[in-house]
């Protein structure tokens, strides 16, 4: 049994940072891919930021140079590294890992809400 449980979360400022944390426990051997989603109300989840088994990493056109997705193999912990917000990142922010086992299997974290509000 997977699970990740997502911290982090909060309310900021517009212009403030916020750092999520997604930490992984149980079977997580054959990692193919780990990323940060959203979804803001009334909207779809999108992809914010991925990050490969390899290290390729790849962010949506609205938050790069703003965001920043790393991972720690040796802890099972991805994190996303926020500045610069905006009024529009505020969302549920979600973690997903992507397992290559007989198949691929997605794995998702409960959400943690960031409220970038004045």
């Known amino acids: 049994q997977v699970r990740l449980v997502e911290s982090g979360g909060g309310l900021v400022e517009p212009g403030g940072s916020l750092s999520l944390s997604c930490a992984a426990s149980g079977s997580i051997a054959s990692i193919y891919a780990m990323g940060w989603y959203r979804q803001a109300p009334g909207k779809q989840r999108e992809l914010v930021a991925g990050?490969?088994?390899?290290?390729?990493?790849n962010y949506a056109n609205s938050v790069k140079g703003r965001f920043t997705i790393s991972r720690d193999v040796a802890k099972k912990t991805l994190y996303l590294q926020m500045k610069s917000l905006k009024p529009e990142d505020t969302a549920v922010y979600y973690c997903?890992?992507?397992?290559?086992?007989?198949?691929?299997?997605?794995?998702w974290g409960q959400g943690t809400q960031v409220t970038v509000s004045s």
């Open positions: 990050i490969t088994s390899s290290g390729s990493t």
């Open positions: 997903k890992f992507t397992l290559s086992r007989s198949r691929f299997e997605d794995y």
